[in-house]
């Protein structure tokens, strides 16, 4: 399996406890208060997207409750956790509980597969907003 090469990160409180979801899509949740990016930082937290969220990293360092830091790849070549047979070339969305899923044709994606691998294997990918 190849390496991770994250080109950006992101850090901030945990919505709940994220252990056991390692390598899945994540989304902030909660109202930014202003336009100061330190501000919009600490008035949101860090939550596992769901199917139809928009994504906006992957969640490398989980935070174990409520409040802690939870550290997530936001640019680069990751990896995430299939929920479902995914092959090279696939454009990723999130699916239920945060799992990669093929995005059809004109739904907002977040990724391309670079690897091929069966559901629940943690493929790599490369981070990249665009529409299937």
């Known amino acids: ?33 202003s336009n100061d990016s330190a501000e919009v930082e600490n008035d949101q937290e860090i939550d596992v997207a769901g ?30 956790k299939g929920g479902e047979a995914l092959k090279a070339g696939d454009k990723l969305k999130a699916g239920a509980d945060g799992v990669g899923m093929k995005a059809a044709a004109g739904e907002k994606a977040f990724g ?14 490369e981070f990249d907003h665009s529409t299937a």
């Open 1 to 33: 399996m190849s390496t991770i090469k994250p080109t950006g990160s992101h850090a901030g409180p945990s919505a709940r406890d994220l252990t056991p979801y390692q390598w899945r899509a994540a989304k902030l949740t909660g109202s930014a208060s």
């Open 51 to 80: 199917a139809g969220d928009t994504v906006i990293g992957i969640i490398f360092y989980p935070g174990d409750r409520k409040g802690a830091r939870t550290t997530l790849h936001t640019q680069g070549r990751l990896k995430i």
């Open 112 to 125: 391309i597969v670079l690897e091929a691998g069966p559901v629940g294997a943690i493929v790599p990918f």
